[in-house]
């Protein structure tokens, strides 16, 4: 009870509901106090997640390849993309930046000799103007690792500091 009431059964109802806003102010100052400890907890993390991290070395990376300027088959310099000689799927090959080569869009996806259109023009390509980064293409192809976050962490860094020398 509120200690307002001296008797009566009105006083004793006014009480009832003085008691159960008092309880409610209560509860509504424990859960905003318990909401600010748990945004400061999210607040403290500072390891990005795994899939942050694979985002922005994909960013980065895409960044290393069109940083050369030009589409590495016809020379055009507009609507520039990066394009994986072997795949993303392939987590030991995805941030290398020997597995990239700087395409036009039309050289990429859209034309008849496009790399997705026609994949043995691109392959004999690459063969004939960087035969060094086939080789060590075939050799890395097939290796098989397993990635912890430390190792992201480790690729992201490398990629930060490639990027900031161009």
């Known amino acids: 009870m509120c200690g307002r009431s001296t008797g009566g059964v009105l006083k004793s109802v006014i009480c009832y509901f003085c008691d159960m806003i008092e309880t409610k102010q209560l509860k509504t100052s424990e859960l905003k106090a318990e909401n600010q400890h748990r945004s400061t907890n999210l607040k403290k993390r500072k390891k990005p997640k795994k899939k942050t991290l694979k985002r922005k070395m994909d960013i980065l990376w ?4 069109r940083s050369k300027g030009r589409c590495e088959i016809c020379g055009k310099t507009d609507n ?3 394009h994986h000689v072997i795949g993303r799927i392939n987590l030991a090959l995805r941030w290398d930046i020997k597995n990239g080569v700087c395409l036009c869009s039309s050289c990429h996806t859209f034309g008849k000799t496009s790399s997705h ?3 043995v023009f691109f392959l004999d390509w690459f063969k ?3 035969p060094q980064d086939y080789e060590y293409l075939l050799k890395k192809k097939n290796e098989t690792k397993t990635f912890h976050l430390s190792d992201y ?6 990629l ?3 990027r900031k020398r161009l």
Not at 62 to 65: H, K, L, V
């Open 62 to 65: 895409s960044e290393i390849i």
């Open 117 to 119: 259109n026609n994949p």
């Open 153 to 158: 962490e480790e690729i992201y860094e490398i």
């Open 128 to 130: 004939t103007h960087r």
């Open 160 to 162: 930060s500091k490639t």
């Open 80 to 82: 520039l993309q990066a």
